[in-house]
Each structure stands twice: as structure tokens, then as C-alpha cells.
């Protein structure tokens, strides 16, 4: 496999993102077989989205052919993507092949959508359609009773999601701020961050 064999569809890839055919296979069997959780197809072409990895047509289309022969195979219950002996053998021999920003990029939007999936399954978020746009409510639960619920305007939909995966990513931390400005106890609110310094 060569990078600079430029055989998919690269719309709305980023420049580092995947132009070959076969990486992406290769990046779709190396995800799979470093996964603690299982994925469906959405969420495979949700984490190549989510970097600018590889374009959704290039992603679902690899998955298909993984599938269709046999080192990929999806799960009729649930549609829970499965790697099989082959697969493992594709993700051990030729990950090296792709660049290590995508395999770092990867992995980490991996963890990221298995994050937000386990956190959701306590802390709720709803999208709904209002007059000039949506609302986003966001809701935190200590895993007993609801501890804290913010609605939110948005004008566009894209915004929407961004607000709800934002929430999903660290809804302690919106908890926080928000008590801190109430109770006037700067003190609970999150140290912030240093800035990164670029050389």
C-alpha cells in the first residue's frame, strides 16, 4: 500500500486523513481489534467523521467489503461489528503502515464515543425543534436522582450536536461551573487548563 496512491473519495477529509482505499480497511480492522467495547457501523463512520479521517462514503464502503469478505462481520441483534481471525491478522501486519497522527487520532475518537455512550446511559440530553431553532436539555444524575438540568437555544441543529457531545464528554465538569457561580464558591469549579505552548 502506498500513501500517495490516491484511489477514494476525499470530501470533507482533512489533509492528513486516509486517500487510500485500503488504509481505511486497515483502519477499520486496527480499531476494531483495540476496541474494549463493541461498535456498530454508525459509530465506525461516527469516529472517522469526527477527525476528518475518512470520507462517510469511503468509511461505510469499507466496512462493506471487510464484511463481504470475511474479516468483518456484523451482528444481526444489534449490528455490533465483529473482527474475525482474518481481520485480527490485517490489524497486526499493516497497521504500521498508517500514519501514527491517525492511528493517535483514532483511538482517541474511539474513546471518546465509548466515553459519551457509557456516560449517557446516566446523564440524559434531549434535542428539540423550537421556533428560530433548538433547544438542547442537558441533564446530570449522581446515578440515584437527577442532580441538575440546563436548556439551552441553539440556532442550528449542527450546534445542537456539538452542545450535546460537549456535555457527553465531561458533564461533571458543567456541573461544577454552574454550582460554583451559584453558590458564589469558586473553589468547586475545575482548575483550568494550561494553554499548550507550540514550538
Partial sequence: MQQDNIDAFTGGVRPDGLKNKSDIKVLVCFLLSHSTQPLSRKEMTDIF?????????????????????????????????????????????????????????????????????HVSKQNKTRIEVCDKGYHVTCTVNDGTMETMSVKVYVPTYNYATVVRDRFLDDPETLYRVVMAQLTDTPQIAPKPKKPVIKI
Avoid at 67 to 93: F, M, P, Q, W, Y
Fill in 49 to 117: 467523521l469526527d477527525r476528518g479521517l475518512a470520507n462517510y462514503f469511503e468509511a461505510s464502503d469499507a466496512i462493506s467489503s471487510l464484511i463481504k469478505h470475511g474479516n468483518v462481520t456484523e451482528n444481526v441483534e444489534d449490528g455490533a461489528l465483529v473482527i474475525t481471525e482474518s481481520g485480527k491478522i490485517i490489524a497486526d501486519t499493516l497497521y504500521d503502515a498508517l500514519p501514527m497522527t491517525v492511528r493517535e487520532k483514532s483511538l482517541d475518537a474511539m474513546s471518546k464515543l465509548i466515553n459519551r455512550r
